[in-house]
C-alpha cells in the first residue's frame, strides 16, 4: 500500500444565524474571513495498482482515458499507440472518453521518493516522481573505476566521491592545446586532469586505466566530469587527445569529451584506446605508463 497526501480546499461556510443577520448586507462587501479558504494536507493509504495504466501497468501519466463499457483507465502512451478502443474489452462500444476526475485526483498527490530510505524526505507531485528520483541525489550512482567497493554510493557527487573514497588518483593541471605528458603509476586506476588558469576548476576529466590480463594490457579513456550545478555558459565540449609512444609506434585516440555527472547504472566506455603489454619497452608496472594527454 502506498501512503500519499492529497492537498485538500475547505471553504469555511457562514452559520444561519449569521446569514440572516447579514442579510440586508449580501448586496455589499463579502466577508473576508467567510470567503477564506483553509488548505490542508491529508494523509491517505492506496493500492498501488490504482495509480497503474490497466493496460501497461506503468504510472498514469495525464492525459488519461476511461472505458465507457467497464470504466478501464489507460494512460496517454496506450491510447497513442493503439487508439480510442479499450484494450481490454476490445468490443466496438468500448471506446473510451478523457477522465478529467481522475486526472484532477492525480494531480491533489503528492508521493514520497523512493529513496526516503536513503534521506530523502522529498514530497513530490505524482506527475513528476520518476523525473525527480530521475535527478535525487539520494538515488544510487555506480563509480566509473572498476572494482570500487563503495559503488553504488548515494549522496554525494561523482568529483566528490572520487575525491573521498580513491585517495589513490593522482591530480594533474596541464595547459589547454598543449600536448602534456603523465605518467600512471602501477596501482593508479585514473587520473583527475584540470584545466590550468580555471580558477573554479568547472572544467574536470578523469582519465581511467583498466588493466586487462586476456589479451594483457591497458585500456584507457577520458570524460568530463559534470557538476550537478553546472551553469549552462560551462557545458562547452572538448576535444582531447591520448597518446601512448610504444615499440611500434604511437598510439593515440582522438574525440570529443563526453559529460558524465551521475550514473545511475554501471558505466561502459564508448571508446578507449588499448595499449598491449607487448608494444611497451618496460612492464608497466615496474616504472607505470607514460600517458601525453591534450585537451582543446
Same mark, same amino acid.
Given at each position: 500500500?502506498?501512503?500519499?497526501?492529497?492537498?485538500?480546499?475547505?471553504?469555511?461556510?457562514?452559520?444561519?444565524?449569521?446569514?440572516?443577520?447579514?442579510?440586508?448586507?449580501?448586496?455589499?462587501?463579502?466577508?473576508?474571513?467567510?470567503?477564506?479558504?483553509?488548505?490542508?494536507?491529508?494523509?491517505?493509504?492506496?493500492?498501488?495498482?490504482?495509480?497503474?495504466?490497466?493496460?501497461?501497468?506503468?504510472?498514469?501519466?495525464?492525459?488519461?482515458?476511461?472505458?465507457?463499457?467497464?470504466?478501464?483507465?489507460?494512460?496517454?502512451?496506450?491510447?497513442?499507440?493503439?487508439?480510442?478502443?479499450?484494450?481490454?474489452?476490445?468490443?466496438?462500444?468500448?471506446?473510451?472518453?478523457?477522465?478529467?476526475?481522475?486526472?484532477?485526483?492525480? =494531480?491533489?498527490?503528492?508521493?514520497?521518493?523512493?529513496?526516503?530510505?536513503?534521506?530523502?524526505?522529498?514530497?513530490?507531485?505524482? *506527475?513528476?516522481?520518476?523525473?525527480?528520483?530521475?535527478?535525487?541525489?539520494?538515488?544510487?550512482?555506480?563509480?566509473?573505476?572498476?572494482?570500487?567497493?563503495?559503488?553504488?554510493?548515494?549522496?554525494?557527487?561523482?568529483?566528490?566521491?572520487?575525491?573521498?573514497?580513491?585517495?589513490?588518483? *593522482?591530480?594533474?593541471?596541464?595547459?589547454?592545446?598543449?600536448?602534456?605528458?603523465?605518467?600512471?603509476?602501477?596501482?593508479?586506476?585514473?587520473?583527475?586532469?584540470?584545466?590550468?588558469?580555471?580558477?573554479?576548476?568547472?572544467?574536470?576529466?578523469?582519465? =581511467?586505466?583498466?588493466?586487462?590480463?586476456?589479451?594483457?594490457?591497458?585500456?584507457?579513456?577520458?570524460?568530463?566530469?559534470? =557538476?550537478?550545478?553546472?551553469?549552462?555558459?560551462?557545458?562547452?565540449?572538448?576535444?582531447?587527445?591520448?597518446?601512448?609512444?610504444?615499440?611500434?609506434?604511437?598510439?593515440?585516440?582522438?574525440?570529443?569529451?563526453?559529460?558524465?555527472?551521475?550514473?545511475?547504472?554501471?558505466?561502459?566506455?564508448?571508446?578507449?584506446?588499448?595499449?598491449?603489454?607487448?608494444?611497451?619497452?618496460?612492464?608497466?608496472?615496474?616504472?607505470?605508463?607514460?600517458?601525453?594527454?591534450?585537451?582543446?
Amino acid at each position: 500500500m502506498a501512503v500519499l497526501q492529497m492537498a485538500r480546499e475547505k471553504r469555511s461556510c457562514p452559520r444561519a444565524s449569521e446569514t440572516q443577520q447579514n442579510n440586508s448586507e449580501k448586496k455589499g462587501k463579502v466577508d473576508g474571513e467567510s470567503a477564506a479558504r483553509d488548505k490542508r494536507a491529508i494523509t491517505v493509504t492506496v493500492d498501488p495498482e490504482v495509480l497503474e495504466c490497466d493496460v501497461c501497468f506503468g504510472p498514469l501519466t495525464p492525459p488519461l482515458y476511461q472505458c465507457m463499457r467497464r470504466g478501464h483507465i489507460t494512460c496517454s502512451t496506450c491510447v497513442a499507440e493503439m487508439g480510442q478502443e479499450c484494450q481490454w474489452c476490445r468490443a466496438p462500444e468500448a471506446t473510451t472518453t478523457r477522465c478529467r476526475a481522475m486526472e484532477h485526483f492525480l =494531480a491533489a498527490l503528492a508521493v514520497p521518493c523512493s529513496f526516503n530510505h536513503k534521506g530523502c524526505a522529498a514530497m513530490v507531485p505524482y *506527475g513528476e516522481r520518476e523525473a525527480h528520483e530521475a535527478a535525487c541525489a539520494h538515488s544510487p550512482c555506480y563509480c566509473p573505476i572498476r572494482g570500487c567497493s563503495s559503488s553504488p554510493y548515494s549522496g554525494v557527487s561523482l568529483v566528490e566521491h572520487l575525491e573521498r573514497k580513491h585517495p589513490e588518483i *593522482g591530480r594533474t593541471r596541464v595547459d589547454r592545446t598543449t600536448l602534456s605528458p603523465l605518467r600512471m603509476c602501477h596501482g593508479e586506476p585514473a587520473r583527475l586532469v584540470y584545466l590550468a588558469g580555471d580558477d573554479r576548476d568547472r572544467a574536470v576529466f578523469l582519465l =581511467a586505466v583498466d588493466r586487462s590480463e586476456a589479451p594483457r594490457g591497458w585500456s584507457l579513456w577520458m570524460v568530463r566530469l559534470k =557538476a550537478e550545478e553546472e551553469e549552462e555558459e560551462d557545458k562547452g565540449e572538448l576535444r582531447y587527445k591520448i597518446m601512448v609512444a610504444a615499440n611500434g609506434g604511437v598510439l593515440s585516440l582522438v574525440g570529443e569529451t563526453e559529460s558524465v555527472g551521475r550514473l545511475t547504472a554501471p558505466y561502459r566506455a564508448s571508446s578507449f584506446l588499448f595499449v598491449p603489454g607487448a608494444m611497451l619497452d618496460a612492464p608497466p608496472e615496474a616504472e607505470g605508463l607514460l600517458v601525453f594527454v591534450e585537451l582543446k
